[in-house]
């Protein structure tokens, strides 16, 4: 209790040194203006007429321009201050530059236009998930990565995990759900991820509102409007700016506003798989300060997959008021979606069908509206305020048909003397008295309905089961920061402190329905519901997996950022951010706290600190430095499903809950790379993040059950090099990443499912790699703009093998009878290549092919039981007793790419 005390009292008194600095910068600063001259031109030199905006990174206001026939233009009585200058032309790729103003004679900047297909770099980083803090790349000590509006236009990505999976390195997915907007993204080895349960290692962002969801720390992909992102930034390492569950990066999106983003544009695309998308978007501004943009979109998608439809419906409006001083912006969003994801498949079924699916249904239903404020104020030309308030509301429903795990070492097959009574008293007919088996039954069903009706044990009897679950978040919060940008001579500073509260309220229900597979893979339900009454007992004890949990998360943090720069050569900038997370859950079923309930009470805080060097070393090198650390509190889904002894079924229950620890990763990043006034541009670094306590999700010894816990250490370390050229008309680029991500700590894991357990454990040594991490990812474009009118794209994404979740132990070694299929992803290379052809500056037509060679590959693999046979049929007990016991079929399930797809469509802007 002391030190926490104490580290309150030193954080105190930090903030009041660095407010009292601030106040005296205030004093000292003056109103002293200069002048800019933006000379423009193309690449053979000659003078251009193009249009920009000239943004105050203080106070946020707009300037429009357009250079005249000698491609200038002049801004005179300019403020000091930091400006960040934004330049287009149709034709040619656009520039996105800093220019500091800190004296009176005027300051020449000539700008070279590149022709479009050249890559668009921006320059100008925000620090902090709020605006204000802007940096040079070049000042900040990690491999930034962004990606623009215009990226994802020109890539012909169907969302944001698409554009980032293709073009920024380090970056890879799993296609666990088997939807295209449901994927799991790694960067590092780390996971941004909608399944509830998985290990989440990444923050994001829009517009300074977390998107990760209290409940679980999800990330929903489908409710990011792909339209209406202006720009995205992939911020590495543990950077603790960017508060909880920061631990190997963050994502920082920001979306149109009328201001930047003005006319009128409508997209239509359509294609394969009877996928249908529509977006319309438009925005203005007028003299008064106004500016507005809204954008609606659809995605309707039948799937490649059986039974796999995807219907996404999104909208997305901005209002917004820019002063001298002061720029306002209200957002609305809202999505109303619904998601068939029916993911893995055993490897024998995907071999006789690539698009079949295990069991059906499995669909996720989304709505989400969001309301945020932001406010920005220049209180002096080198000093910001700014700040946001936000209200967000998801209500997500899942129904999900599985194979009953309970029910593969039963006798499932001919209905016994009471089954037979009970299924005459109740009317049915047809059932069969004796002989029924695996052979002449290959989807049973009368124990299953017998056994409902006597309440006996249709927990064992049932081969389906039906998963219901329905959640209902609310989320508020706000935050605010100052910040301070002075200059004497060659050096600058730019100081910032804040301070964000975020508060969550949670409802979650869940109920399970037992049934019976049909043919088709569906489930038929009986009455028969784990409640703890109508589904009997399992083991001698009742089975109920109900889930119905209040809860609230509240976290409050207060965090500082410097930035130094001595002269033009070094930046130097420390960090630092404490949060204070606290979960408050209640069981509705049994609200008294103790063994079985739900209830606690759980307060986590950390100081996480950070610092980096940089160093512009001359002849367009800079390097880099930095040291940062990380948290991430456990949830109140982890919290819900923490004891070895009464172990859950996720999604289907949590149990009561010992304690868990938060994460915490420490990451070293060292490294070099091209300034932006290079003309080839490269990045090669090695970095080095080390997690302790990290949260995982161990197997129990029953069958498809297990419970979170802290696991010692896990490391994740490699290299990375990118690099990219224009040549003529043509830009290549790419990127390599190793990774190694391993275990560090012993640990004995129950793994059934694993060919090397032994009486069902395996046990985990230092060195053993972390299960759907690939040593090796590489990634190459070209883009060619091969008339002034036509250009073309190719890109390839190449991932090496990675072990299957399940074998931790890396030393899986199927037999093919009891065991079946690999206990690794096998690796794979996918090519895409996309067209457009501007016809002229309104009428623009594109064309994109996925997987153009329609090559057959996985994105992830997963050690479980299986219930079918490779005919597809159902089976249980598919080998004789072993000492009573009745051994249970296990396989490696794999997760399908999608096969060759061809789309085209059109934009037209007026």
Not at 81 to 109: H, M, N, T, W
Not at 161 to 169: A, G, I, W
Not at 209 to 219: A, I, K, M, S
Not at 292 to 303: E, I, P, V
Request: glycine residues 12%; hydrophobic residues 35%; contains cysteine.
């Amino acid at each position: 209790m002391r030190n926490t005390v104490e580290m309150h009292l030193s954080f105190g008194r930090l903030a009041l040194s660095a407010f009292s600095a601030l106040l005296i910068g205030l004093a000292a600063f003056g109103q002293s203006t200069g002048a800019l001259r933006i000379e423009v031109s193309d690449p053979s030199g000659a003078a251009v007429e193009a249009t920009g905006a000239l943004r105050n990174s203080a106070g946020g206001a707009v300037q429009t321009f357009q250079t005249d026939t000698r491609g200038a233009y002049t801004f005179a009585n300019l403020p000091y201050g930091r400006y960040r200058v934004e330049l287009g032309k149709a034709g040619f790729a656009p520039q996105v530059f800093v220019v500091e103003v800190q004296s009176a004679g005027p300051i020449i900047r000539p700008v070279k236009l590149a022709l479009r297909a050249a890559e668009y770099k921006v320059d100008v980083i925000a620090a902090t998930p709020l605006s204000g803090v802007n940096l040079q790349r070049g000042q900040i000590a990690a491999p930034v990565q962004t990606v623009t509006d215009r990226d994802v236009d020109n890539s012909g990505a169907l969302d944001l995990s698409d554009l980032l999976n293709r073009r920024l390195n380090g970056v890879y997915l799993n296609e666990l759900q088997g939807n295209p907007v449901q994927p799991d993204l790694n960067y590092r080895g780390y996971t941004a991820s909608p399944l509830l349960g998985t290990p989440q290692g990444l923050s994001i962002y829009m517009d300074g509102v977390r998107l990760n969801q209290p409940f679980g720390d999800v990330v929903a992909w489908d409710l990011i409007p792909r339209v209406a992102i202006a720009e995205t930034t992939l911020m590495p390492g543990s950077n603790p700016l960017f508060g909880l569950n920061t631990l190997g990066g963050a994502l920082a999106i920001e979306t149109k506003d009328g201001q930047n983003h003005p006319g009128t544009q409508l997209e239509l695309r359509g294609g394969s798989f009877g996928r249908k998308m529509a977006s319309l978007e438009h925005g203005g501004a007028n003299r008064k300060g106004w500016n507005w943009y809204g954008a609606t979109s659809f995605l309707f998608d039948d799937g490649w997959r059986q039974s796999s439809p995807t219907d996404v419906r999104q909208f997305f409006g901005k209002l917004g008021w820019a002063g001298n001083k002061t720029t306002l912006g209200l957002t609305l969003a809202y999505a109303n979606n619904a998601l068939n994801g029916n993911g893995l498949q055993d490897p024998r079924l995907l071999a006789s069908g690539y698009n079949s699916v295990y069991t059906t249904p499995d669909i996720t239903a989304n709505r989400s509206p969001l309301v945020n404020l932001k406010v920005r104020h220049a209180v002096a030309p080198a000093v910001t305020v700014s700040g946001n308030a936000y209200y967000r509301y998801i209500l997500t429903k899942s129904i999900n048909g599985d194979v009953n795990s309970d029910s593969l070492d039963q006798s499932v097959y001919q209905p016994s003397a009471a089954d037979r009574a009970a299924l005459a008293a109740a009317g049915y007919r047809g059932f069969p008295a004796a002989g029924a088996n695996a052979s002449n039954t290959p989807f049973p069903f009368w124990r299953c309905i017998a056994q409902a009706l006597q309440r006996d044990e249709p927990g064992e009897k049932c081969n389906g089961l039906i998963t219901r679950t329905r959640s209902a978040q609310s989320d508020f919060g706000a935050a605010g920061q100052v910040s301070w940008l002075a200059k004497r001579g060659s050096n600058r500073n730019q100081f910032t402190v804040g301070a964000a509260w975020d508060r969550s309220n949670i409802d979650y229900g869940q109920n399970a329905q037992l049934g019976y597979l049909n043919p088709d893979r569906s489930i038929t339900g009986v009455n028969a519901f784990e409640d703890g009454v109508s589904a009997g007992n399992i083991n001698g004890d009742p089975l109920d997996t109900r889930v119905d949990l209040h809860g609230r998360v509240q976290t409050g943090g207060a965090y500082l950022t410097d930035t130094f720069s001595l002269g033009s050569r070094w930046n130097f900038t420390l960090s630092g951010r404490y949060n204070r997370t606290s979960v408050n859950n209640r069981d509705r079923i049994q609200p008294d706290a103790g063994s079985g309930s739900l209830t606690g009470n759980y307060a986590f805080g950390r100081f996480n600190p950070a610092a980096g060097v940089t160093y512009n070393a001359g002849n367009g090198i800079n390097a880099y430095f930095s040291y940062s650390e990380g948290s991430r509190a456990p949830t109140s889904v982890e919290l819900g499903c923490a004891d070895p002894a009464q172990p859950c079924k996720l999604p289907n229950a949590m149990q009561s809950d010992p304690p868990l620890h938060q994460v915490v990763a420490r990451t070293f990043e060292v490294g070099a790379r091209s300034t932006s006034e290079s003309k080839l541009i490269w990045s090669a670094g090695y970095f080095r993040g080390e997690n302790h306590n990290d949260i995982l999700f161990v197997a129990a010894p029953q069958n498809g059950f297990g419970y979170f816990k802290n696991f010692g250490t896990t490391l994740r370390q490699g290299v990375e090099a990118d690099m990219s050229r224009r040549m003529g008309r043509t830009t290549l680029g790419g990127g390599y990443t190793f990774l190694a991500a391993t275990f560090q700590t012993p640990e004995l894991l129950n793994a059934s499912s694993n060919s090397s357990n032994v009486d069902g454990m395996t046990q985990i040594q230092p060195g053993n790699r972390i299960p759907l991490t690939p040593r090796n990812l590489f990634k190459a474009y070209a883009d060619a703009q091969v008339t002034s009118k036509l250009a073309m794209d190719l890109n390839l994404l190449g991932v090496t093998q990675a072990y299957a979740r399940g074998n931790e132990n890396n030393q899986d070694q199927p037999d093919g009878v009891y065991y079946i299929g690999a206990g690794t992803v096998p690796g794979y290379a996918v090519v895409n290549l996309g067209a457009r052809y501007q016809w002229n500056r309104r009428w623009q037509f594109f064309a994109q092919v996925n997987n153009l060679f329609d090559r057959h590959y996985y994105t992830a693999a997963q050690l479980g039981s299986t219930g079918f046979t490779s005919a597809g049929t159902f089976i249980a007990r598919p080998f004789p007793a072993v000492a009573g016991n009745f051994a249970v079929q296990r396989a490696a399930f794999l997760a399908p790419g999608a096969p060759i797809g061809v789309w085209g469509g059109l934009r037209f802007r007026f």
